[in-house]
């Protein structure tokens, strides 16, 4: 079955569900997956890019995370 038969599908089932904790249910799951799938801004992935290349350019150029958790 393809996405879009899928999806039809589903809508039919919501419009049979009689439950509110049901629809509250799966408003919650929604809302979640949908934070967690949200892209990356472009100056987000631009410093992504940026610390990506100053690692490959400099890999030896790191901190020991003892170190830095003994300075703290």
Same mark, same amino acid.
């Given at each position: 079955? *393809?996405? #879009?038969? /899928?999806?039809?599908? @589903?809508?039919? =089932?919501?419009?049979?569900? =009689? $439950? #509110?904790?049901?629809?509250?249910? @799966? #408003?919650?799951?929604?809302? /979640? &997956?949908? =934070? #967690?799938?949200? &892209?990356? $801004?472009? =100056?987000?992935?631009?410093? @992504? +890019?940026?610390? @990506? &290349? $100053?690692?490959?350019?400099?890999?030896? *150029?790191?901190? +020991?995370?003892? &170190?830095?958790?003994?300075?703290?």
């Amino acid at each position: 079955m *393809d996405l #879009e038969t /899928r999806k039809y599908h @589903l809508i039919k =089932e919501l419009f049979n569900i =009689e $439950s #509110e904790i049901i629809i509250d249910t @799966l #408003e919650r799951v929604l809302k /979640r &997956e949908k =934070e #967690e799938i949200q &892209e990356l $801004s472009f =100056e987000q992935k631009k410093e @992504l +890019d940026n610390r @990506l &290349e $100053s690692y490959k350019n400099n890999a030896d *150029d790191v901190l +020991d995370w003892k &170190e830095v958790k003994n300075d703290w």
